[in-house]
């Protein structure tokens, strides 16, 4: 036997580190956290053969997780910012959302995000939600559910950034509640509210999160957008967002949040008679919106 085939014969093979491995999970009781755990252990030991990770780079990986747990506190989560740069928060929803809601008219969900707060203050029909400035816009339409039937009473809560890119939970400049609050659906399905304009924004960027954009030569923007989560008895929550047609980040979203049926034109309305009416300066931007609610599986139809 020659020296070579004497040496390769003692390497271990990467192939059965893997099957070894993957046999210590067979008196896993829990079905799923089996397919799970086999699933990790698979893909993670196919990547590392792929990319043949060296000692040094899984160390710094190890670093970079490590920094990304001690950047997380009450407020910041720093691992789910990461599932939504790597495009797998977004993906979840993709790979849950049944078939046929797929194919129907319902709206589509986008993130959460993490500037979602509990209490926003109840406010009626039209009301103004900016306490700051910016360029004055409308938002009206109907909740519908996917026969067109009105969805009436629903809870719609909406969030979005000021002028500065901040929220108001993340600026204290802001007045309390400021671009944020929870409204109902008339008897027709009807809602609206003013507000502002959005804009664009980054995510944040001063942890290993943002050190990883950096690195990759990604930017960290998301285009502007107005933030709703809506719940009516009997039906899915939708947790979604309206996305400006005409921004320049729409197309390159630093979390993948956009989705073509969610972005919407800022109409200009320069009806004197509409300014009027909804007590707004003339002209201002009109943003029209229906959502459509899908019957929870089990409800009653
Ligand atoms: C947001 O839209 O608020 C958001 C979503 C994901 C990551 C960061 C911010
Ligand atoms: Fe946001």
Not at 41 to 67: C, K, N, P, S, Y
Not at 201 to 206: A, G, M, N, Q
Not at 233 to 247: C, H, K, Q, V
Request: hydrophobic share 35%; net charge negative; aromatic share 8%.
């Amino acid at each position: 036997m020659s020296e070579t085939t004497k040496q390769r014969m003692n390497r271990t093979d990467v192939h059965p580190i893997t099957e070894t491995v993957l046999a210590t999970l067979s008196g896993c009781e829990d079905a799923r956290l089996k397919q799970i755990m086999s699933a990790l252990v698979r893909h993670v030991h196919a990547f590392a053969e792929e990319v043949q990770l060296t000692g040094d780079e899984w160390r710094r990986g190890i670093e970079f997780l490590t920094q990304t747990g001690k950047k997380c506190d009450g407020i910041r989560q720093e691992f789910i910012l990461l599932s939504d740069t790597l495009g797998l928060s977004i993906m979840l929803d993709a790979i849950h959302r049944q078939q046929d809601v797929a194919e129907s008219a319902a709206t589509e969900n986008s993130l959460l995000g993490p500037f979602y707060r509990e209490g926003a203050h109840d406010e009626p029909f039209g009301a103004n939600i900016a306490r700051t400035e910016g360029e004055p816009a409308l938002f009206r339409g109907r909740l519908i559910d996917e026969a067109g039937k009105p969805v009436p009473n629903a809870l719609i809560e909406v969030w979005e950034t000021a002028n500065n890119g901040m929220y108001e939970g993340q600026d204290p400049d802001q007045p309390e509640s400021n671009l944020r609050g929870r409204f109902r659906s008339g008897p027709n399905g009807e809602y609206a509210f003013r507000s502002i304009k959005p804009t664009p924004y980054p995510i944040p960027t001063d942890g290993p999160v943002g050190q990883m954009l950096l690195a990759v030569g990604r930017h960290p923007m998301r285009p502007a957008h107005v933030h709703f989560l809506i719940q009516a008895p009997g039906y899915d929550t939708i947790t979604t967002a309206l996305y400006s047609s005409d921004d320049p980040y729409v197309e390159s979203d630093a979390v993948f949040g956009v989705k073509r049926s969610l972005v919407v034109e800022y109409v200009k309305n320069d009806s004197p008679s509409d300014a009027t009416e909804w007590d707004l300066p003339s002209p201002f931007f009109d943003v029209h919106r229906d959502f459509v609610l899908v019957r929870s599986s089990g409800a009653a139809r």
